[in-house]
């Protein structure tokens, strides 16, 4: 069976998709290196499940070039089903076959993985063993979703949206399989709304919009990107002069949006009091002051204007 060389599991190169007037994807270059998790963020439409999609397969690119493991899927299809394993955003089952039942009919699709049981210890649901699908919560639902991408024992696993719409503890369960996975030596391509999953899961991640990478690297090489280490927000009884609320020492950037004030700060110790003393000149009464510390969310809007949850 080919393998990758030692070259990158992942090589995209100039990719190309375009729907009608839309394009999806817009000569789009990435590389996954082996044993890492990637992620790939952006907003709605931002070309991320597109990508995925040529990468897994799943749709034809119009142009460009998708080297996976060493192959390519218009001569290397077969062999490359057999190394994959896959969590579409929406992942359909039988509601009346049991967990097992399930897996087994995906375990026969590969030629080589572990034993079923084996699966079902590994994302935790032997009690619901042979339960049927329509009666699991949905968290349950989604580890079996990764069950059935795992069945395989994949070298690399597509991982799209995979705990959207998930409770707090069913993220973190699922978040713990993805380690362990990655711990094994597997690499992952992820796609996901939201940042402390990124910034947990991911060693590098590159942020989306209208097609392209507009930035890459590790999450913290991100966050420092933009040059301040906390965010400032606030909103007041009225529009405050801005001119005074820039000459504040610290401040790297300054924009209102929809009545809120955000400030990029670089040490928030000063420049909170700063401000409450400026708010206080002007003869403004604050009516809501929130701080945090920078995140991946504060990179897009610096770079683009817009925030990665745009509905």
Same mark, same amino acid.
């Given at each position: 069976m080919p393998d990758s060389g030692g070259k990158a599991p992942l090589r995209v190169r100039q990719l190309r998709k375009t729907y009608k007037d839309v394009v999806a994807v817009d000569g789009l270059d990435l590389e996954v290196r082996a044993a890492e998790c990637f992620g790939l963020l952006g907003p709605n439409g931002a070309g991320k499940t597109t990508t995925m999609e040529i990468c897994e397969g799943l749709t034809a690119a119009d142009s460009g070039e998708v080297e996976l493991l060493g192959m390519h899927w218009e001569r290397d299809a077969s062999r490359l089903r057999q190394r994959l394993g896959i969590q579409l955003q929406e992942t359909q089952l039988s509601e009346k076959l049991t967990v097992s039942e399930t897996l087994r009919l995906f375990r026969s699709f590969f030629q080589q993985g572990p034993d079923v049981k084996e699966v079902i210890g590994l994302v935790q649901l032997q009690e619901k063993a042979d339960s049927r699908v329509g009666s699991l919560s949905g968290g349950q639902k989604q580890r079996l979703a990764l069950a059935c991408a795992l069945v395989g024992d994949p070298d690399f696993l597509f991982l799209d949206e995979p705990t959207t719409g998930l409770d707090p503890q069913a993220r973190r369960q699922l978040w713990e399989l993805i380690e362990r996975f990655k711990l094994a030596g597997r690499t992952i391509l992820l796609t996901t709304h939201y940042m402390d999953e990124a910034e947990r899961l991911c060693d590098r991640v590159a942020i989306m919009d209208h097609g392209k990478v507009i =930035?890459?690297?590790? @999450? +913290?090489?991100? #966050? =420092?990107? #933009?040059?301040?280490?906390?965010? *400032?927000?606030? +909103?007041? =009884? +009225? *529009? @405050?002069?801005s001119t005074g609320l820039a000459e504040i020492e610290g401040i790297r950037d300054l924009h209102t949006e929809d009545g809120t004030v955000r400030m990029q700060v670089t040490e928030l110790h000063l420049a909170v009091p700063a401000l409450l003393g400026e708010m206080a000149r002007q003869g403004i009464p604050l009516t809501e002051l929130r701080t945090h510390s920078a995140t991946l969310e504060d990179v897009f809007v610096t770079l683009t204007g817009r925030h990665l949850r745009d509905e």
């Open positions: =930035a890459l690297g590790t @999450p +913290r090489e991100l #966050i =420092a990107s #933009i040059g301040a280490e906390h965010l *400032v927000e606030f +909103r007041s =009884a +009225r *529009v @405050p002069d």
